[in-house]
């Protein structure tokens, strides 16, 4: 009684309980989520409240299941983010500000995909990143982040489109991993490649010294055993 007197009060239509969670109970016993819409029929002698009830289960579930995804998405230690067709930065989840170097909860939505990357890097966003994506949807490549200190990190890049109703492109989102560490492998196993290489040659060279070095006194000998 006391709700329906506070609402006939500022009788405006307007959702019933704004900002808490209201549910209803089904015959057979079951509890979900509703949203209820009031507004009022005003007759002769008196106002009428009318309650709209709608459920929103499904509404609810998807609610729970873009959180989780948001949540995982957050989570991950791969810069994750996306672009409009301007190449401006929209949403972006933490690991993007360490990868770049910035503290986190830092404000990078003035940035665009120029500033995310060294000269090199976006040129080859540019000139073969962002026609393949247009063409096939995707773009898979090595490239590099620009840090804030000024060095780069090596990364392993996906370039996606999305298209809006109409098939028009949307936005892109990419998802950069970095591989910095797979670099140094990579680098010293070239090293320690290079140094056999350079071993087996003077193992090579050693032996053939040494082949010459026998052979020589052997065909003396040889030759006044003759």
Do not use: C
């Amino acid at each position: 009684a006391g709700l329906r007197q506070s609402y006939n009060r500022n009788a405006t239509p307007r959702r019933m309980g704004q900002n808490r969670d209201l549910y209803a109970l089904h015959k057979d016993g079951k509890i979900f989520p509703v949203e209820v819409g009031l507004s009022t029929v005003k007759q002769k002698n008196d106002t009428k409240v009318i309650a709209a009830i709608t459920d929103i289960s499904l509404r609810k579930r998807l609610e729970k299941e873009r959180d989780d995804l948001s949540k995982i998405l957050e989570m991950s230690p791969d810069f994750i983010g996306v672009a409009d067709m301007a190449g401006r930065l929209g949403w972006h989840n933490s690991a993007s500000l360490t990868m770049l170097g910035f503290p986190k909860g830092t404000d990078i939505g003035n940035l665009s995909i120029n500033d995310m990357h060294p000269e090199w890097a976006r040129k080859l966003v540019m000139e073969k990143g962002i026609p393949q994506v247009l063409q096939t949807g995707i773009w898979t490549s090595e490239n590099a982040l620009l840090h804030r200190d000024g060095y780069e990190i090596p990364v392993m890049q996906v370039l996606m489109l999305h298209r809006d109703a109409q098939g028009a492109p949307e936005f892109v989102s990419t998802v950069m991993r970095d591989i910095s560490e797979q670099k140094q492998r990579e680098k010293e196993l070239d090293i320690a490649r290079q140094y056999a290489e350079k071993a087996n040659q003077a193992k090579s060279a050693f032996i053939a010294n040494m082949s010459h070095e026998i052979r020589t006194p052997m065909h003396g000998i040889i030759g006044m055993t003759e």
